[in-house]
């Protein structure tokens, strides 16, 4: 692996603040970047992928990496490069909406401008890891609500399932047994539409990066 470039897509945060251990073990043996995301209230999952195109066609071999909500960025990627991108890992994502019809109706706005309780950063977040918490809140607060209701709009309509099913490049699916927010139909979904699929279970949260770094990192590499 370490003569591919490793390109970590982060989650709706867009942040890399809590991937710093997962970053630390990536990079003993490849080089890595690490590619926020803009905050951009207009943007759509094809104009994310523009703004890492430049990143992504000027490296020789790509191996991406893409959590939860950057997943269609990372499958857009890696089709729009096929000669580039050898490798694609998401990590507890998706290629159609994960999100029931229903949360349409919440009020996510005003939602997202309140303090998140850390009952509910530890039901769907990061389990029993409660050191992670402080780093979830400070990496949701980079954001404005209006930003994070946009990217939970574009992950409500989102659907690169046929651009997955003509990726020819290795591919990967990490899932969270104990993801609360990603259903395992994404992951089933993603079997059936590329067979070159390979999947593999960690126990832990759904941010599973930033909770197991360690597991994870293992079995990515291995």
Known sequence: M???TILILPGLDGTD???GKFRELCAENNRVVVGALPADAVAGYTELADHFSAI???L??????AESF???IGVLLAHRYPEIVNRLTLVASFVTSPVPFVANALPWSAIFRLPMPAIIAR????GQRESVIPFLKSAIRQNTPTILRHRLRLVQDVDVSNHYSELKCQL???RAKNDRLVPRRCMDKMIALNAKTTVHEIIGPHLILETEPENSWQTIAG
């Open 2 to 4: 370490n003569d591919a």
């Open 17 to 19: 603040l809590m991937l």
């Open 56 to 58: 992504v066609a000027d």
């Open 60 to 65: 020789a071999t790509c191996h991406i990496i």
């Open 70 to 72: 950057s997943g269609p």
């Open 123 to 126: 039901y769907f977040f990061v």
């Open 172 to 174: 990967s699916y990490i």
